[in-house]
């Protein structure tokens, strides 16, 4: 299946589910500025990636990948924070980390098959 749109795109549509599951979870917290934060990351993983494609080119796409890539990690980043504080508990943890490491593998390999034949 040719990819023709960004919700082709499988990293995206697991970058959403990520972004379903924090907001959920996060829904009432009463830590403002971080469930802000996590959220914010968590709906740039997926954003990036339907902006860069929509930019029509494979340099444009790659780098608004590497920028959903990083969005990624600040989300499993602040998931250690949120477990740390006791926001989240170990299960939820595992689930989304689990969840956070697919959608990395995906993208970073998504990057590599934009990578131009030497």
Known sequence: MA???????IAWRKAQDIAIVIYKEFKNNKDWDFKSQICRAAVSISNNIAEGFD???????????YIA????????SMLHLALRLG????????????????????????????????
């Open 3 to 9: 990819i023709k749109c960004f919700e082709d795109v």
């Open 55 to 65: 930019r029509g080119t494979k340099p444009e796409f790659r780098r608004f990948l």
């Open 69 to 76: 890539l990083a969005s990624n990690s600040e989300v499993r």
């Open 87 to 118: 926001y989240i508990n170990e299960a939820i943890f595992k689930k989304i980390v689990i969840q956070s490491e697919e959608v990395a593998k995906i993208i970073s390999g998504l990057i590599k098959s934009l990578i131009p034949k030497s």
